[in-house]
């Protein structure tokens, strides 16, 4: 008796784990008329609606979500490259046994072991599901869930839609035949309380290489920047100055439309401030040929899925020479002048002097005198500084003064008086 139990207790397991794993496709035609090509797009950075997930559709197909027969819930992951703020989501959805059903959405960050959904509940509402079918046509079953306070997202997110009752809801996705997924198991689903990426889920045997329709509304903070230069920088004209930058959402195919088509490039424009040709890449290289200041123009353009953001920044380059140089002239006893005769290309001219005169002291006069307190060799440096850099020169400069040692001898009707030179 205990045996025939337990073989029916595994019995049940299997039967379960099987049944489990499966998903109900509604037989019914979708109609796109909502391709991301044909939507209006705007030049400024509103409320973008992410369409990455219908932009890959080739096919619609449906599936059925209840906690009866198939999955009670399922969720979209999405990266967040940089902040974003997620206000709500479009889905589409119709009821296919009563007039209204109701669904909820919800927002979580992404596991990052296996992108379901982790943590405590970001935002929430409830979305009624009406049995408008409207011959399947997309504008027709979008629904659209708005969360009472948007909420700023620093890592990748999933929304999830749920229909914990036996009542047949049936939620458009992109068509599993053609694994419109891509490969990408974007999607995982909720069977009997336990999440599942949808490699693991199929439909009639066929894994469900495809994604559920939600489209996030997102904002978010579009700045054109750079890489490099890092700094603000000064350059010789023989110089070939490297300028880079990749931004997080334009490298991004979630959100750059350039990324998606594998074109990034497009996104990136230099105008170098010298009337040379702009050049359009996230990394280019540029020399200049004469010396001088100049602003370059740097435009990042996201292409996204609704709305198009432009942003542009500016960087200053100097192409500039200096070399440190100087004279030097004894005036008598250990007093020396020392005369600068450094050069510069910078319009500002050498604008601060450091000499080390090689025996402790210093100065910061341009043209200074210095007086040596002994006879010897001494390597005098010269620090000369621009706005844009220094540069340094040293000479050897040699000081002496002479030093006669008098001797006297008296005799009865004469001075007599020699002179040695003990000078070193």
């Not at 794993?21 to 797009?41: E, F, G, H, W, Y």
């Not at 340094?392 to 040695?420: G, H, I, K, R, Y």
């Amino acid at each position: 008796m205990k045996m025939r139990s337990l073989l029916f207790f595994l019995a049940m397991i299997v039967s379960v784990g099987v049944f489990s794993q499966q998903l109900i496709p509604i037989n019914a035609v979708i109609n796109n008329d909502l391709n991301n090509s044909t939507k209006n797009k705007t030049m400024t950075c509103g409320i973008d609606t992410n369409g990455y997930l219908m932009s890959k559709v080739t096919g619609l197909s449906a599936l059925s979500i209840n906690n009866a027969t198939s999955a009670q819930a399922f969720c979209q992951y999405f990266d967040a490259p940089q902040n974003l703020t997620v206000s709500g989501a479009d889905f589409y959805a119709w009821s296919s046994s009563l007039p209204t059903v109701p669904v909820t959405v919800n927002l979580y960050y992404a596991n990052p072991l296996d992108s379901t959904p982790t943590g405590s509940v970001l935002a929430t509402v409830v979305v009624n599901v009406d049995s408008t079918f409207g011959a399947g046509t997309l504008s027709v079953l979008k629904k659209s869930a708005v969360f009472p306070t948007p909420v700023t997202v620093n890592a990748p997110y999933v929304i999830e839609i749920t229909n914990y009752s036996a009542n047949a809801l049936s939620f458009v996705g992109s068509s599993y035949a053609a694994a419109d997924g891509q490969g990408e198991w974007l999607c995982s689903l909720d069977l009997f309380g336990t999440w599942l990426r949808s490699y693991n889920v199929n439909v009639g045997g066929t894994p469900y290489n495809a994604d559920f329709i939600v489209e996030p509304y997102i904002t978010y903070d579009f700045t054109a920047g750079y890489d490099e230069p890092t700094v603000f920088s000064c350059y010789d004209n023989t110089d070939n100055i490297q300028f880079s930058e990749k931004h997080p959402l334009i490298e991004n195919r979630m959100y750059s439309v350039a990324a998606f088509i594998g074109s990034p490039d497009l996104s990136y424009t230099w105008d170098f401030g010298d009337g040379s040709l702009t050049e359009t890449s996230d990394t280019v290289q540029h020399t200049y040929s004469s010396f001088g200041t100049y602003t370059v123009i740097h435009t990042d353009t996201l292409f996204g899925f609704t709305s198009t953001c432009v942003d542009t920044t500016s960087i200053i380059i100097t192409l500039d020479t200096l070399m440190a140089d100087f004279s030097y002239m004894a005036i008598g006893g250990l007093s020396v002048n020392f005369t600068d005769l450094s050069v510069t290309n910078s319009t500002t001219g050498v604008i601060s002097w450091f000499w080390d005169f090689g025996d402790g002291n210093t100065s910061a006069q341009q043209n200074p005198t210095h007086n040596y307190a002994v006879n010897g060799t001494y390597t005098v440096c010269l620090i000369a500084s621009n706005t844009c850099e220094a540069d340094t020169t040293c000479s050897s400069v040699t000081v002496s003064c002479l030093a006669p040692n008098a001797a006297f001898s008296d005799s009865t009707n004469n001075l007599t008086v020699s002179f040695t030179d003990l000078s070193t």
